[in-house]
Nanobody
Framework: QEQLVESGGGLVQPGGSLRLSCAASETISSINTMGWYRRAPGKERDLVAIINSLGGTNYADSVKGRFTISRDNAKNTVFLQMNSLKFEDTAVYYC???????????WGQGTQVTVSS
């Protein structure tokens, strides 16, 4: 059973928008932080944005002002609204969740975002 299920990736032109969603399984009982990382071709996996259970957020400098992370705590779901997409945003995007009650990190399977004209 997948514990983090992502959706919303795809192909978009530069300047366009996409919205990613990630739903956590009910088996993850106490999520503190949720967020998104990405791995571009030939690069390491890097932080995009994270949000804690109180709504506090942190963004990579490269996406500030363009991406917005939000969260529905009742549904254990995190969203990433991506606007003004650039070629360099092309990557596999991974959902992340941290369960503080058991000190365990979870990763989604990844969803491809391709920005191309």
């Amino acid at each position: 059973q997948e514990q983090l299920v992502e959706s919303g990736g795809g192909l978009v032109q530069p300047g366009g928008s996409l919205r990613l969603s990630c739903a956590a399984s009910e088996t993850i009982s106490s999520i503190n932080t949720m967020g998104w990382y990405r791995r571009a071709p030939g690069k390491e996996r890097d932080l995009v944005a994270i949000i804690n259970s109180l709504g506090g957020t942190n963004y990579a400098d490269s996406v500030k002002g363009r991406f917005t992370i939000s969260r529905d705590n009742a549904k254990n779901t995190v969203f990433l609204q991506m606007n003004s997409l650039k070629f360099e945003d092309t990557a596999v995007y991974y959902c992340y969740a941290f369960d503080g009650s058991v000190n365990r990190r979870y990763w989604g399977q990844g969803t491809q975002v391709t920005v191309s004209s």
